[in-house]
Nanobody
Framework: QGQLVESGGGLVQPGGSLRLSCVVS????????MAWYRQAPGKQRELVAT?????TTNYADFAKGRFTISRNNAKVYLQMNSLKPEDTAAYYC????????WGQGTQVTVSS
């Protein structure tokens, strides 16, 4: 059983929305800043958003105003609005700093 299990991706048109979820093992969730990362084909994995145990959030510039990270009950969420084709990537959750094996990720494809 994985410690980090992402879901919620899919194919969406530009301007659409998706809500990603990540189930996190309790011991990890309760003690760590959590984050969403993404990796587009041919590119390095990049940080999208973070949330501390106290709920303080931070976003990459490309995510500000469009994405919202939240956490509750051993789950981490990423609400993504106004999606653009350049948001196409596999999305992963993990701690910040990185501390655990990557999950399988969830694919987000933004295309008309």
């Amino acid at each position: 059983q994985g410690q980090l299990v992402e879901s919620g991706g899919g194919l969406v048109q530009p301007g659409g929305s998706l809500r990603l979820s990540c189930v996190v093992s309790g011991s990890i969730f309760n003690s760590n800043t959590m984050a969403w990362y993404r990796q587009a084909p041919g590119k390095q994995r990049e940080l999208v958003a973070t949330i501390t145990t106290g709920g303080t959030t931070n976003y990459a510039d490309f995510a500000k105003g469009r994405f919202t990270i939240s956490r509750n009950n051993a789950k981490v969420y990423l609400q993504m609005n106004s999606l653009k084709p350049e948001d196409t990537a596999a999305y992963y959750c993990n701690t910040l700093p990185l501390g655990y094996r990557w999950g399988q990720g969830t694919q987000v494809t933004v295309s008309s």
